[in-house]
């Protein structure tokens, strides 16, 4: 079965500090993969995705994530965290002909 | 590009009363439209799939006659609650896929209904 999941429920960083958020998935696919941050009361912005190439994509708000394959992970990473990213964050699987299995989302706090 | 915008953001209506929410693809054609429901704090249930001209695909457990999808054209799509009740209250959210990107969803602001 497809499954996304997010270890971390929530996480608390200090602001400027670097931000890590995990993402595994099990697809039977060639899976594409996307991260997307919800601000509270809000839709969902796409922050990156990967289809193919390069594993290592870049995002927009310097966010970057990493695909690894013998790993089954696709980790989300920023160097130095703003206040304003505090939001919850969700990794999502899809691919061909297939709806997308949303992760069960990972909330960041940023502390000032 | 590809925005997505959502009509009303908030909804209040009475137990009982049917509610319609808009959902349109602004500046791309949506050949695919998505709507999820989202509990509080949690994630995202996919509700529907929609193709234009098309009936809606549901998945399982979403109950069609009271969750009308219409996707008459390639810009909108519509979510009707009917005979809405309290536990119909949530955030419901659409997403729509477009030619030029048919493996990517981009998401609509949401829309949150409440029922009394």
């Known amino acids: 079965a497809q499954s996304v999941t997010q270890p971390d429920i929530h996480i608390t960083v200090s602001e400027g500090a670097s931000l890590e958020l995990r993402c595994n998935y099990s697809?039977?696919?060639?899976?594409?993969l996307f991260w997307y941050v919800q601000s509270p009361g809000q839709g969902l912005q796409l922050l990156l995705k990967?289809?193919?190439?390069?594993?290592l994509v870049q995002g927009i708000k310097g966010f970057e994530a990493e695909f690894k394959r013998s790993q089954s992970s696709f980790n989300l990473r920023k160097p130095s965290v703003h206040w304003s990213d505090a939001a919850e964050y969700f990794c999502?699987?899809?691919?061909?002909?297939?709806?997308?299995?949303f992760g069960p989302g990972t909330r960041l706090s940023v502390l000032p | 590009g590809a925005v997505v915008s959502q009509h009303p953001s908030r909804v209040i209506c009475k137990s009982g009363t049917s509610v319609k929410i808009e959902c349109r693809s602004l500046?791309?054609?949506?050949?695919?439209m998505f709507w999820y429901r989202q509990f509080p704090k949690q994630s995202l249930m996919l509700m529907a799939t929609?193709?234009?001209?098309?009936?809606?695909?549901?998945e399982q457990g979403v109950e069609k006659d009271k969750f009308l999808i219409n996707h008459a054209s390639l810009t909108l799509s519509t979510l009707t609650v009917t005979s809405a009740h309290p536990e119909d209250s949530s955030f419901y959210i659409c997403?729509?896929?477009?030619?030029?990107?048919?493996?990517?969803?981009?998401f609509g602001p949401g829309t949150r209904l409440t029922v009394t």
């Open positions: 997403s729509a896929s477009g030619t030029g990107f048919p493996y990517e969803q981009y």
């Open positions: 697809y039977g696919a060639t899976p594409y």
């Open positions: 990967y289809f193919s190439g390069d594993t």
């Open positions: 999502a699987v899809g691919a061909r002909g297939q709806n997308f299995v």
């Open positions: 500046d791309f054609q949506a050949t695919t």
């Open positions: 929609s193709n234009e001209g098309s009936k809606a695909t549901y």
